[in-house]
């Protein structure tokens, strides 16, 4: 019994040793100590800045009906600099269109489309 505690002792203290030795490397902060020294987003603040990218793009989109975008019918959604745009556009090079207007606004990174070509309906004939 005497030589488990003889043993529990001395690890305990080559712990306890170890511990002091440590010296911190000049130049280099453990991660603990670079989450206490800078301000972490929260995710309130991430969810508002996500918010306000999305408003900006759609800004940007109404900005562009006098280049002949019809933004009418595209969605947008935003995270950390990704924006998503879904919906339909009445052809082809409007898809273009409204991808690079969204990457013309600042803050974002990337622009994945989703958009899809679908003509306006002009009238029906009823028959």
Do not use: H, W
């Amino acid at each position: 019994m005497k030589a488990v505690q003889l043993i529990k002792l001395i690890s305990g203290t080559v712990v306890a040793v170890a511990c002091f030795n440590v010296q911190a490397q000049p130049g280099s902060a453990s991660s603990a100590a670079q989450v206490a020294s800078s301000p972490a987003r929260s995710a309130n603040d991430v969810k508002a800045a996500n918010r306000q990218l999305a408003r900006d793009v759609r800004l940007a989109l109404r900005k562009a009906k006098n280049q002949g975008l019809r933004y009418s019918n595209i969605s947008v959604s935003a995270n950390n600099g990704a924006v998503s745009l879904t919906g339909s556009v009445p052809d082809a090079d409007q898809i273009e269109l409204a991808k690079n207007v969204a990457k013309s606004v600042p803050g974002v990174e990337s622009v994945n489309s989703r958009l899809v070509v679908r003509r306006e309906m002009s009238g029906f004939d009823g028959q």
